[in-house]
């Protein structure tokens, strides 16, 4: 798709350009309309075309091709005429009016878990990766692929993830590309003070023979919620930066804002999402390689353009939490294609309806075009970037013309207690709602929750549960320590009950079990814990001692 489609974008025309106006509004649903007439029309000739018989068969059966002629044009003018107006209704630009599930979503993101997230991520707390306890002390690029032990963000957020339900291989991906780094020591790194759409990111193909850094492979990590609805091929995409960078970016760059505070907004919208239904397809991803020159976002749309004909649209989170004069307030950098401003208006629709309480500069003309979203902007797909009040814009704006940036932007300083954290909750809530809202929530995957009984047989213990309609299978998992400790799956099930023979007799057992729809991401939430033990029979008390006693 072209930048600016027909042209109806072009600066001159952009007097007067605010989200709410209607004008914009159906000149985008015009546009659409007519794209759908176009392709509808295409793919009708094309069927058509695909239908005709090779030469000689159509002089054998001249007769019943002109009646087959006149009925394909009729079906033609029905479908082209029938069709248009629902593909008009289908197409109206998304409204993230209020809606009960995203309610629901956004009162279980919580500011205990988003700081959690961010100290995980920033190197302040252990965290479990493998067998062992690591901090993640850096996420610059090379070090996230080369093997560094203080820099394993990328096998942690695989495990939570996985942790999540999200199935390596289906639902949980690598999306490969080739970095071609070149260290020179003076990189060029990604500044946010490049303004504009056209920002054009950094060459990544460079090529030095034998640099021992371009052997290795970097990755973008990708969650996929596959839709329920109707509109299950479109997809809507929200994106994190996960690399981070300093002047010590080997070994000390904790990036808190620069961007844990983003990757904190996408586990928490993996950590949700699995529990309802969205019509739309939902895409997570951590992109890594940004602080290079979007490196990783570029890669992901180079090899995926079919991809790109299907995006609704992409909320970028990257870097927002410091707001020193705590006036919550935020910049949206939105740019001026149509698509983008939809996204835009989502995400204020959404602070308005939940209540959440920022202000934002809205910013079309001069949108900062140096993070991920710029790569999505580049293919003519609509995006948008949350940043925090970076620039003094307009005072009309919602910022009133104030500055508050955070001068530790790209520094060993970048640490959580810079951070205010009613903005950073709040703008976390906002942008796991505007993805929520434009996916079109369906409801919960599961209306109720398994409720379990634990009963100790003679060698084994039984767990039941009520059947929970709609679940196809039911994942039971299993802890040896308490109802609060690690739990593992011990096995999926498709029947209401799970007989364990695994067990040694005096010990506690703990039980949870979730029920999950195959063939997509949807789960119930975890059921009570139910704790049994299978005692040693009180046979064996009696008769050691009536042994004795008979000697
Ligand atoms: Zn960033």
Redesign the pocket.
């Known amino acids: 798709m072209p930048l600016n489609p027909n042209g109806i974008c072009s600066p001159t025309t952009l007097e007067g350009w605010h989200p709410s106006n209607a004008f914009w509004r159906s000149r985008k649903k015009q546009w659409k309309a007519g794209l759908k007439v176009r392709q509808l029309f295409s793919s009708q000739l094309s069927t058509r075309t695909a239908d005709y018989k090779p030469a000689r068969q159509i002089k054998q059966s001249k007769e019943p091709m002109k009646k087959s002629r006149i009925v394909l044009v009729f079906v033609l003018f029905v479908l082209i005429f029938s069709t248009v107006p629902q593909e008009v209704t289908a197409q109206t630009p998304p409204t993230c009016g209020y809606d009960s599930n995203v309610e629901s979503i956004l009162a279980e993101v919580t500011q205990e878990d988003v700081v959690q997230w961010i100290r995980n991520f920033s190197g302040e707390d252990f965290v479990p990766i493998g067998v062992s306890q690591k901090k993640i002390l850096t996420r610059f690029s090379t070090q996230l692929f080369n093997l560094n032990v203080n820099a394993l963000a990328y096998p942690y957020l695989g495990e939570q993830l996985r942790s999540f339900g999200f199935e390596e291989g289906t639902y949980l991906t690598d999306h490969a590309y080739t970095p071609n780094y070149v260290p020179t020591g003076t990189e060029n790194m990604?500044d946010l003070h490049n303004v504009g759409e056209d920002y054009v990111s950094s060459d990544r193909n460079t090529k030095v023979v034998g640099n021992p850094d371009q052997t290795t492979t970097w990755k973008n990590k990708v969650v996929t919620i596959p839709g329920h609805g109707p509109n299950a091929d479109e997809i809507v995409l929200m994106t994190a930066?996960m690399d981070s960078t300093s002047p010590q970016r080997n070994t000390n760059a904790p990036g808190a804002e620069?961007?844990a505070s983003g990757v904190a907004a996408l586990m928490e919208a993996a950590r949700l999402f699995r529990f309802y239904k969205f019509d739309r397809t939902i895409k997570i991803i951590f992109f890594t390689g940004?602080?290079q020159g979007l490196w990783g976002s570029e890669a992901y749309v180079e090899d995926h353009p079919a991809e790109m004909d299907n995006i609704i649209g992409v909320v970028n989170l990257?870097?927002f939490g410091y707001d020193n004069d705590q006036d919550m307030c935020i910049e949206l950098h939105v740019g001026t294609m149509p698509d983008s401003n939809q996204v835009g208006t989502c995400f204020t629709e959404v602070n308005t309806n939940y209540n959440l309480g920022l202000a934002y500069d809205y910013v079309t003309n001069g949108a900062i075009g140096a993070?991920d979203h710029a790569s999505f902007w580049d293919a003519g797909v609509g995006a948008i970037e949350v940043l925090e009040n970076f620039q003094a814009h307009d005072e009309s704006f919602g910022c009133n013309g104030t500055q508050d940036r955070n001068p530790h932007y790209h520094q060993i300083t970048d640490t959580i207690d810079k951070m205010y954290m009613p903005a950073t909750l709040a703008t976390v809530k906002a942008g796991v709602g505007s993805v929520a809202s434009l996916a079109l929530p369906m409801g919960k995957c599961f209306a109720t929750d398994p409720q379990i009984t634990a009963t100790p047989q003679t060698e084994s213990i039984i767990v039941n549960w009520a059947e929970i309609e709609g679940a196809d299978v039911y994942n039971v998992y299993r802890s040896t320590t308490s109802c609060a400790g690690s739990f593992t799956q011990v096995a999926q099930v498709s029947t209401n009950s799970y007989k364990d023979v695994d067990i040694d007799l005096e010990n506690d057992y703990f039980y949870k079990v979730q029920a999950a729809e195959t063939g997509a991401v949807c789960y119930s939430q975890m059921s009570n814990c139910a704790v049994a033990r299978v005692e040693v029979p009180i046979f064996f008390d009696i008769f050691i001692p009536l042994v004795i006693a008979g000697e």
């Open positions: 990604i930066h620069d961007n940004e602080e990257d870097m993070s």
